[in-house]
């Protein structure tokens, strides 16, 4: 269903299939349909996306948005991400 919301909207789904729903489709034959698309590289770069915006969820004031104006939000975002970049350079011993 969610695939077919997003196809709808002209959203590519880049997310593999699940096991389950491919027993599913095999079991009905040729009526289960083809399997969807899946792009690995696609998908690497999703995983990516979301990763970091796990990591910017740890910043509380962000995860809540306790801001109003959205240039403050704007600048807690602009910090969270300097932080975050800070953490992980290799340069900092």
Partial sequence: S?????R????????????DHTAHR???GHRGGRPPVFDAEAYKG????????NRLKQF????TRYTK???FYRTELTLAAIILWLRDS????
Avoid: H, W, Y
């Fill in 60 to 63: 509380r004031a962000l995860a």
């Fill in 2 to 6: 969610t695939r077919r919301a997003l």
């Fill in 8 to 19: 709808k909207r002209g959203i590519t789904f880049t997310s593999p299939e699940k096991k």
């Fill in 90 to 93: 290799p340069d900092t011993a």
């Fill in 46 to 53: 999703r995983n990516v996306v979301e990763r970091c915006f």
């Fill in 69 to 71: 104006r959205a240039a």
């Fill in 26 to 28: 095999l079991r009905k």
